[in-house]
């Protein structure tokens, strides 16, 4: 399960425990012989988001039948997921579990209206090889990974627009240090937010490079001779050794970050936009942008996540009602209301944030430009080293790699994954 609105993980202890034996006791579709009741079994992160459950009780007013949430701490969701599937029992719809290779046999393909309403490249992201989309996706707003940078901060050191190189974004980090700011927060115990700045990179990558993520998936290509990598890790490296990080780059955490950006204690962090839920919550009025980590060649790519898919099980005796709903909650009505409640940038072209923060407004913009690309992580099959990986960024922020060992650390990373899951070149 990919993270999702790192935000909002707000769901009680006891709303959660409740909601799970509530949820065991369906066996999918039950209700009235006029009214059917459906199970939705969804992580904890998304319980409590705003105008969510007011959707849902939209629905169950329009038709009569009933929503059973199922909150399951986000950590155990795909393991529980994959239980009641296993079972055939207790869910109707689900997410997660992208990766099957038979979705047929657990899953119903998704279709309605919605589906001619989608922004044509996110359409496309979702369209499995069969023609199929395996779901529905969610209302949420589509997340990317780049710099998130405070606009007064940058405003101060003499900064007026976003870098487009990785000399230039040197040499701000360096203005906002000389104006007083730590530059570049870093947070580096929470391992996970150091993958994003892996994200951002490799987003150019595979723009250069299409059929980058199938070449390293075979063991065609290796990390450390991508065109751009080692220029990218350089600078990295750079920002550590000349002090544009947090001292305490290794021991910091994502809330320490996201609250410095928000209070105007650090110009910069390199994370999802997900994160301007957390920055906002800080402090409503942080004056907050984002705009792409640059490439080595100067072209960089924005790397668009795709929205999250719902599905329906196969075994659902509900599945109609489960569909009709999953349609329902992204009507343009409803993807509307939420979406104002929650700004960001919608997956339909009909729908569009109505008082959306800054850095909303600069990840919308770079989506109206197209050419983006479906994030590494969603293209690749084989499953990612990603504790490997973060203990190889440690190393490098750490100052105990160089650039050279840190691409042998990713490749060495890359070979085990690729083996253990007997990818086909390994």
Known sequence: MRRIRRSVV????????AAVV???SSSGGTGSADH??????????WANVPGFEDNVHAWEQKTGNKVTLTPVPDANYDSLVQARIAAKNGVDIFAGQDTLKDKAAVMQPAGGPWVERLN???RKAITSPDGNIWGTPSADGLNATGVIYNKDVFAKAGITTPPTTLADLQSDLQKVKDAGTTPLY????????LLQHRSAANASFIGADKQLAAKLDANQAKWAEIPGFNPEYQALSDWVTKGLTNSDALTATYDSATAAIANGKAGAIINGTWALGAIAKANPSANVGFFLLPAADGRATLGLAKPNLLKVAKFSKAAPQAQDFLNFMIAQPQAQKFLDANPG????????????SSGVSDLQKLVNQGGFVLPFDQQSVVPQPQDDIIAAYQELIGKRADVAKF???????WQSAGAKANAAGF
């Open 10 to 17: 707000v769901a009680t202890a006891a709303l959660t425990a």
């Open 22 to 24: 509530t949820g065991c």
């Open 36 to 45: 059917t009741t459906i199970t939705f079994m969804l992580p904890s992160s």
């Open 120 to 122: 044509p490249d996110v």
């Open 186 to 193: 870093l947070s580096g115990k929470d391992g996970w937010t």
């Open 345 to 356: 940038v919608s997956a339909f072209t009909d729908v569009t944030a109505t008082n959306p």
């Open 407 to 413: 691409g042998d650390l990713v490749q060495k990373a």
